[in-house]
Nanobody, 125 residues
Framework: QVQLVESGGGLVQAGGSLRLSCAASGRTFSIYDMGWFRQVPGKEREFVAAIQLSGSTTYYADSVKGRFSISRDNAKNTLYLQMNSLKPEDTAVYYC??????????????????WGQGTQVTVSS
């Protein structure tokens, strides 16, 4: 199995920045594409960003495009999410996840199999 641990969340003012990290351990050789999702209590977990194994191709939700940047360091088994120009509506618990290699649905939660415990991001106005 794969274990994922997110970190870097916190409280920031609107317009500020945060950098989230996701450390992977366990059967890391089985990890291919990865992504970030976020969730507010009472709502469905929604797609934020995804990145292919090589890091050469990325995907973003329209709501974060131009503000967030996903990256990875495979040598360190770490995934990152740089969040700039944060808005109050970005407030959520952010989760990293590993995608099933055979799925091409980068924005669908069902395409991901392993998930971290989440890290809270709160943006004040």
């Amino acid at each position: 199995q794969v274990q994922l641990v997110e970190s870097g969340g916190g409280l920031v003012q609107a317009g500020g920045s945060l950098r989230l990290s996701c450390a992977a351990s366990g059967r890391t050789f089985s990890i291919y594409d990865m992504g970030w999702f976020r969730q507010v209590p009472g709502k469905e977990r929604e797609f934020v960003a995804a990145i292919q194994l090589s890091g050469s191709t990325t995907y973003y939700a329209d709501s974060v495009k131009g503000r967030f940047s996903i990256s990875r360091d495979n040598a360190k088994n770490t995934l990152y999410l740089q969040m700039n120009s944060l808005k109050p509506e970005d407030t959520a618990v952010y989760y990293c996840a590993t995608k099933k290699y055979y799925s091409a649905l980068f924005t669908h939660r069902d395409a991901y199999d392993y998930w971290g415990q989440g890290t809270q991001v709160t943006v004040s106005s």
